[in-house]
T-cell receptor, first 117, second 113 residues
Framework: DAGVIQSPRHEVTEMGQEVTLRCKPI?????LFWYRQTMMRGLELLIY????????DSGMPEDRFSAKMPNASFSTLKIQPSEPRDSAVYFCASSPGLAVPGTDTQYFGPGTRLTVL | AQSVTQPDIHITVSEGASLELRCNYSYGATPYLFWYVQSPGQGLQLLLK??????LVQGIKGFEAEFKRSQSSFNLRKPSVHWSDAAEYFC???????????FGTGTRLKVLA
């Protein structure tokens, strides 16, 4: 398996522009997670999906952020409009969805480094 | 509330020396515990995990961790560190009833030649 795939790996944009990050989870995994990593705040969970349905979006910082999962093999995280404080590394992760919640292993993609000028 | 604390932000060790990274958790029930490693420019990779049973868990790359309920700790150890172990290490707890993790803030390991 190719693992979790994210694109682009690097994105540089100007304040006010729309940014779309993409993720392809591991085939057969039922859960998909979006994280943001910064020096100041560490690794933060933004949102996660189960079978393409958003389960918990309490970590989404504000309305400028939105995430979708139109099918089992694709998810997007969109920021519109982007701001310099959104600069971070954004990770996508997927997990199989084992019978006992909490015991799942999450498999992480390589991340997208976003810089907003 | 559930939480994970990694008290050491940075640790420096010499190559060949032993290593222990600390992790303390706060959780009411039996925790599901994980250690992940993040090499520079990479995503997080699972090193090992503990759910139940033997409290000493073996992982990849020669790492092990010991669950101590009395101390609410799950410290990561390696007897002899290699230069390639330089990375950031994250402890996480899986929350019962959900598929979310709570991650610690990470410990950045530097290895001296």
């Amino acid at each position: 398996d190719a693992g979790v795939i994210q694109s682009p790996r690097h994105e540089v944009t100007e304040m006010g522009q729309e940014v779309t990050l993409r993720c392809k989870p591991i085939s057969g995994h039922d859960y998909l997670f979006w994280y943001r990593q910064t020096m100041m705040r560490g690794l933060e969970l933004l949102i996660y999906f189960n079978n393409n349905v958003p389960i918990d979006d309490s970590g989404m910082p504000e309305d400028r952020f939105s995430a979708k999962m139109p099918n089992a093999s694709f998810s997007t995280l969109k920021i519109q409009p982007s701001e310099p404080r959104d600069s971070a590394v954004y990770f996508c992760a997927s997990s199989p969805g084992l019978a006992v919640p909490g015991t799942d292993t999450q498999y992480f993609g390589p991340g997208t480094r976003l810089t907003v000028l | 509330a559930q939480s994970v604390t990694q008290p050491d932000i940075h640790i420096t060790v010499s190559e060949g020396a032993s290593l222990e990274l600390r992790c303390n958790y706060s959780y009411g029930a039996t925790p599901y515990l994980f250690w992940y490693v993040q090499s520079p420019g990479q995503g997080l990779q699972l090193l090992l995990k503990y759910f139940s049973g033997d409290t000493l868990v073996q992982g990849i790359k020669g790492f092990e961790a010991e669950f101590k309920r009395s101390q609410s700790s799950f410290n990561l150890r390696k007897p002899s560190v290699h230069w390639s172990d330089a990375a950031e290490y994250f402890c996480a707890v899986g929350t019962s009833g959900t598929y979310k993790y709570i991650f610690g803030t990470g410990t950045r390991l530097k290895v001296l030649a």
